[in-house]
């Protein structure tokens, strides 16, 4: 059974960083986009940032400049390295990857449990 496990949410203050991370476990074959999506109170889940197997990323206009999104393949680990955090940002962040599960052929899409990012000003 594959699993993404997320980290690194927490209570801060404007101005201040988190970093958040993603290790995904279990039978897994491969991993092709990795990403990370939050969801405030009363709106929609909306993409933070994304990073394909090759390395390209995309991030939303809010977080430009902001935050950064990495990867380690060897651990099967996405990052969000989150700077200058505004109370905008508070929201519930939910770990995203597509995985190939060992032994199967097709792809799937897997969500982490999200993770608590409080900025308070």
């Known amino acids: 059974q594959v699993q993404l496990v997320e980290s690194g949410g927490g209570l801060v203050q404007a101005g201040e960083s988190l970093r958040l991370s993603c290790a995904a476990s279990g039978s897994i074959f491969g991993i092709n986009d990795m990403g990370w999506y939050r969801q405030a109170p009363g709106k929609q889940r909306e993409l933070v940032a994304i990073i394909t197997s090759g390395g390209s990323t995309n991030y939303a206009d809010s977080v430009k400049g902001r935050f950064t999104i990495s990867r380690d393949n060897a651990k099967n680990t996405v990052y969000l390295q989150m700077n200058s955090l505004k109370p905008d940002d508070t929201a519930v962040y939910y770990c995203?990857?597509?995985?190939?599960?060992?032994?199967?052929?097709?792809?799937?899409?897997?969500w982490g449990q999200g993770t608590q990012v409080t900025v308070s000003s």
């Open positions: 995203y990857a597509e995985v190939r599960p060992r032994l199967r052929l097709r792809w799937g899409d897997y």
